[in-house]
């Protein structure tokens, strides 16, 4: 999923199951914004950090991820 492959892709979690990534997730984000997080994580997967060639170009979280793919020369 999304959630999975961005929180994987920036270094917040290692794990692959649901449950797990969750426990991973939430003591790093307050818990009001636990849903509001989690949509936008869905959002950038979708439009940003795609599965087969994420836009690392385009991305506003670049200069911190540690999957961000260097530009080609």
Not at 12 to 18: E, H, S
Not at 35 to 62: D, E, W, Y
Request: proline residues 8%; hydrophobic residues 35%; glycine residues 4%.
């Amino acid at each position: 999923t999304h959630v999975t492959r961005v929180s994987g892709r920036l270094g917040l979690t290692a794990n692959t199951d649901a449950e797990k990534i969750e426990q991973d997730l939430m003591p790093l984000i307050p818990k009001k914004e636990w849903t509001n997080f989690s949509h936008r994580l869905i959002a950038h997967g979708r439009t940003i950090c795609v599965a087969r060639k994420p836009k690392c170009a385009q991305c506003a979280l670049n200069d911190l991820c540690p999957s961000a793919e260097e530009p080609p020369e």
